[in-house]
Nanobody, 114 residues
Framework: VQFVESGGGLVQPGGSLRLSCAAS????????MSWYRQAPGKEREKVAG????????HYADFVKGRFAISRDNAKNMVYLQMNTLKTEDTAVYYC????????WGQGTQVTVSS
C-alpha cells in the first residue's frame, strides 16, 4: 500500500491549492478515502472523506464550505481542492483509506502565510 501526495506549497491567506494523492497497492475502488493533516505540535486530524464511487463526502467543521474532496477511480487518484485558505490550515496533508488509516506517505506541506 502506498500513497504519494503532491500539490502543496506556500500560499497567502485567502488563496487556493489543489492537492493530489496517487494510491497504489490495493483495490482502490473498494475503499472510502480520506485526507488528513498534521500541524506542528498537534495530532493528525481528519479533514475530509469520500465514498468509493464519490457520491458521498464529509468534511470536518473547520474546512466545511472551503474544501472539496474528489476522486478519479480510473486513475487511482484522490484530490483536495482547498479554497479560502487560512493560516491555521498550515500543516502536512496526507491521504489514506478511511477504514484503515495508515501506510502514511511523505505528505505534502501546505503553508498559509502572508
Amino acid at each position: 500500500v502506498q500513497f504519494v501526495e503532491s500539490g502543496g506549497g506556500l500560499v497567502q491567506p485567502g488563496g487556493s491549492l489543489r492537492l493530489s494523492c496517487a494510491a497504489s497497492g490495493f483495490i482502490f475502488t473498494s475503499y472510502d478515502m480520506s485526507w488528513y493533516r498534521q500541524a506542528p505540535g498537534k495530532e493528525r486530524e481528519k479533514v475530509a472523506g469520500i465514498s468509493t464511487r464519490g457520491g458521498n463526502t464529509h468534511y470536518a467543521d473547520f474546512v466545511k464550505g472551503r474544501f472539496a474532496i474528489s476522486r478519479d477511480n480510473a486513475k487511482n487518484m484522490v484530490y483536495l481542492q482547498m479554497n479560502t485558505l487560512k493560516t491555521e490550515d498550515t500543516a502536512v496533508y496526507y491521504c489514506s483509506r478511511t477504514s484503515i488509516p495508515g501506510s502514511w506517505g511523505q505528505g505534502t506541506q501546505v503553508t498559509v502565510s502572508s
